[in-house]
Nanobody, 120 residues
């Protein structure tokens, strides 16, 4: 059984930083790892995705501010978030996707989410 557990969310002032972590367990083959987020009243959107060889893709809205990375030995995915803005406030989800994409429909497994709140 595949399980994804996120941690690291919290409240921070604009301009601050947070690091999210996601630990994966179970057998999930060659799926990609990604971060998504969903703000109240909005659709879930892709934030960043990482390939097995370390190739990454970030959404335009977070380029230069967020960085996705992973530790294969620990089966752990990270999202370093710097220069946070109030519009980054959302529930952040870790996911395993079957495509190297930021489309939510490509996700096969989801974590339970961790809340990030950025105040101005």
């Amino acid at each position: 059984q595949v399980r994804l557990v996120e941690s690291g969310g919290g409240s921070v002032q604009a301009g601050g930083s947070l690091t999210l972590s996601c630990t994966a367990s179970g057998s999930y083959g060659s799926l990609y790892m990604a971060w998504f987020r969903q703000a109240p009243g909005k659709e879930r959107e892709g934030v960043a995705v990482i390939d097995s060889d370390g190739s990454t893709r970030h959404a335009d809205s977070v380029k230069g501010r967020f960085t996705i990375s992973k530790d294969n030995a620990k089966n752990t995915l990270y999202l370093q978030m710097d220069s946070l803005k109030p519009e980054d406030t959302a529930m952040y989800y870790c996911a395993l996707t079957f495509r190297f994409s930021l489309f939510a429909w490509s996700a096969r497994y989801w974590g339970q989410g961790t809340q990030v709140t950025v105040s101005s």
